[in-house]
């Protein structure tokens, strides 16, 4: 019986079929490991045990194995996302400590994102032609470096700001159709890598590379139109005397609080999107009210609550925008116990992006330097939230999750 190919391998009375990695599932005597939990089916998994049991469950080899994977990561959608998950992939079939995937720019490679012990603190260092990587871009071909102590193409700068010792490498170069744009590497395996790692690794890199490179396009393209999109609500924030930077940091924390809800790819992109956006409507109100020194009448303060349904409006003109993103903005003022604004919605008639939005609004018009103010202790701030979040005013669960956030350091 052939396993599927989210399972990396299994162990059964301490014999290993296949490979280890970090996520294992134990069910009953047998351990499995598996390459994602993205993936990872509980039912089919134990209609699986009694073939893992008698040690009749076959593992996919690397020739079998890597073209399934290619066509999963197929269907991802964020660039960031999918060379993470082609990172912790590689990683785990070919046995390695680390994945890094580097881009040609210019005159020079640059790392995009890594996996591994060096994740997070090399993606900025321009790495010189000269290096390991780039002989195997220039060369255009598979190479193995399983001695790196005599090897003088070694680009130690990368080591010395990752606190990581590479000892060996096998790279490969990504190629779009005909075009070559950058190479994958893999770090550090035990006992050296082989030519049989370089076919894997090579398979992998023709199978994933044009992915990779509509993927890099795509995300060039909505970066450009995120950037056009903060240009104009930064014009909008400085009008209302925000800090310049409130519609950007409303759509970070509203990401983040998406992500540890579990939001799929495409969902936190459109949260993102609607979190930027959420006080566009204020472009429709007069600068005789919106920035009136003095207390508002009630007239006016009717009308600066206009700007969520302006905002709403505005949304729903353009193409592609979808429902969601829409009601984000219209309804960040709205609260859960129905005392907001525009419409006075109660808890479960608020959208999620809605409810999301709203708590990190309030967070970082609190925490925020302002003109007229100093920006809030973040703490006592969580304390406020917390405490309309039991008296119904927020999301509880949303407002938990801000304050995993804030004791991570995150926000």
Not at 90 to 113: N, T, Y
Not at 271 to 283: F, R, T, W, Y
Not at 293 to 315: Q, V
Not at 334 to 356: A, M, N, Q, V
């Amino acid at each position: 019986m052939k396993a599927p190919y989210w399972i990396a391998g299994y162990e059964r009375k301490g014999e290993l079929r296949g490979r280890k990695s970090k996520i294992a599932y134990e069910c009953e005597e047998i351990k499995f490991y598996l390459f994602s939990e993205d993936d990872f089916d509980e039912n089919a998994l134990k209609k699986l045990l009694d073939f893992a049991k008698h040690g009749t469950l076959e593992i996919l080899e690397e020739e079998e194995l890597i073209p399934h994977i290619a066509a999963r990561l197929n269907s991802s959608v964020n660039l960031k996302n999918l060379l993470k998950n082609i990172e912790k992939y590689i990683s785990v079939v070919i046995g390695a400590e680390a994945v890094s995937i580097l881009f040609f720019k210019d005159d020079h490679l640059e790392f995009f994102v890594t996996e591994g012990g060096a994740s997070g603190k090399i993606e900025s260092i321009p790495v010189p032609m000269k290096s390991i990587a780039g002989t195997i871009f220039l060369n255009k071909k598979t190479m193995i470096f399983n001695d790196l102590h005599k090897e003088k193409r070694h680009f130690k700068g990368v080591d010395k700001a990752a606190k990581f010792v590479t000892k060996n490498i096998v790279g490969s170069p990504i190629y779009a159709g005909d075009e070559e744009i950058g190479v994958i590497e893999v770090l550090n395996k035990e006992g050296g890598f082989t030519e049989s790692d370089a076919k894997t690794l090579e398979l992998f890199a023709k199978l994933i590379g044009r992915k990779i490179y509509s993927s890099l396009k795509l995300e060039e393209m909505k970066k450009l139109i995120k950037e056009i999109v903060t240009a104009i609500t930064t014009a909008i924030d400085k009008r209302d005397c925000y800090t310049h930077t409130h519609s950007k940091n409303v759509a970070k924390i509203s990401v983040m609080i998406g992500e540890k809800l579990g939001l799929s790819e495409k969902e936190l992109e459109e949260l993102e999107i609607s979190a930027i956006l959420h006080d566009v409507g204020k472009i429709g109100i007069s600068d005789s009210i919106l920035l009136k020194p003095g207390k508002l009448t009630k007239e006016e303060y009717e009308i600066i609550k206009s700007h969520t349904t302006i905002g709403a409006e505005i949304l729903s003109k353009l193409k592609h925008v979808t429902k969601s993103m829409i009601l984000g903005a219209l309804e960040h003022h709205e609260r859960c116990d129905g005392t907001g604004y525009p419409h006075g919605k109660k808890d479960g008639e608020i959208s999620l992006f809605g409810r999301i939005i709203a708590v990190a609004d309030v967070y970082d018009a609190l925490t925020a330097k302002r003109v007229y103010k100093e920006g809030w202790n973040k703490e006592k701030v969580y304390e406020i939230l917390t405490e309309d979040a039991e008296s119904g005013k927020f999301d509880k669960k949303i407002v938990k999750v801000l304050g995993e956030l804030i004791k991570e350091g995150a926000v």
